[in-house]
């Protein structure tokens, strides 16, 4: 069994302020996992993803997330807001191996403030 | 065309009729996948197709018939649907094996309103 839970359904930054959204995950075997990102009237994007080569993982638009084992965490940050990263952000995990249902948090909504 | 492509984008349907919606994938993906994104609830998965066969079926009403003809293609057959049905259908495909870590490739999803 695996779950996602993402803290926050609405998050508000100034521009140029720090981003951080939240994700604890749950996975019974080694999991895979993600962060999509959705903008508005489109599908999910794959901002990036982790597969157990290494835990600072980066993706696109200056996007990072570590993963913590520990923690059971998976947190997406960026050091720096712009505009148009408003948009709402999923966090997905997934077992390893084979066919693997993916199951996705509920999302949070980012709103960036000029 | 590249990705995953979805027709139509906007779709307006009575509670009587009956309609389609159509997904064509180019990236040579074995699995793909029907998911319903309504407002304010998490995204839910509906159908998985992986190597033309049916895996998943999470208890979707029979007013929804997905049909995948082949590993490009995947439709999602819509019949005497209720109001509560509108919502954003979405399609995915993603490339499942061992050697793959098996994220999905969206298309930009289907806006489904039932009147």
């Known amino acids: 069994a695996q779950s996602v839970t993402q803290l926050g359904s609405h998050v508000s930054v100034s521009e140029g302020a720090l981003v951080l959204l939240r994700c604890n995950y749950s996975?019974?075997?080694?999991?895979?996992l993600f962060w999509y990102v959705q903008y508005p009237n489109q599908g999910l994007q794959l901002l990036l993803k982790y597969t157990s080569a290494a835990t600072l993982v980066k993706g696109i638009n200056g996007f990072e997330a570590e993963f913590k084992k520990s923690e059971t965490s998976f947190h997406l940050t960026k050091p720096s807001a712009h505009m148009s990263d408003a948009a709402e952000y999923f966090c997905?995990?997934?077992?390893?191996?084979?066919?693997?249902?993916?199951?996705f948090g509920t999302g949070t909504k980012l709103q960036v403030i000029p | 065309e590249t990705g995953v492509t979805q027709t139509p984008r906007h779709l307006v349907m009575g509670m009587t009729n009956k309609k389609s919606l159509k997904c064509e994938q180019h990236l040579g993906h074995n699995a793909m996948y029907w998911y319903k994104q309504s407002a304010k609830k998490p995204l839910e998965l509906m159908f998985v197709y992986s190597l033309e066969e049916r895996v998943e079926n999470n208890s979707v009403p029979s007013r929804f018939s997905p049909e995948c003809p082949n590993s490009s293609h995947l439709f999602l057959h819509l019949h005497t649907l209720q109001p509560e049905d509108s919502a954003l259908y979405l399609c995915a495909s993603s490339q499942d094996s061992n050697q793959y870590t098996g994220e999905l490739f969206f298309g930009e999803g289907s806006r489904l309103t039932v009147l």
């Open positions: 997905a995990v997934r077992g390893s191996g084979g066919y693997q249902k993916v199951t």
């Open positions: 996975s019974s075997v080694p999991p895979y």
